[in-house]
């Protein structure tokens, strides 16, 4: 999810993305997973490598992923501003 690809954004930015790669390589170890293995609520580890990677190289990426990203959670905010608008009336 792009949840997730935040949350590696952070690694990299706290630490580098070499360090996050690692990071990374060192959890699919530990857990006996396929670095390539899909997963049904997260990209798979070597597609999280390759957007490390990508942002390495061009961080205008994260800039971009992170304004995404706040958009995601304005939309929400207002869509749930709107129904609980239109639910109040009924619960009065």
């Not at 952070?10 to 699919?28: D, I, K």
Request: charged letters at 15%; hydrophobic letters at 50%.
């Amino acid at each position: 999810s792009s949840w997730t690809l935040d949350a590696d954004l952070a690694g990299a930015e706290l630490t580098s993305p070499a360090t996050m790669q690692h990071a990374l390589t060192a959890v699919a170890r530990c857990a006996g997973v396929d670095p390539r293995a899909p997963s049904w609520r997260h990209y798979s580890i070597a597609e999280r490598m390759t957007f490390l990677e990508q942002v390495a190289a061009n961080p205008s990426i994260a800039t971009r992923h992170h304004q995404m990203l706040r958009l995601a959670v304005q939309l929400l905010a207002a869509l749930t501003g709107v129904l609980l608008a239109l639910a109040v009336p009924r619960i009065l």
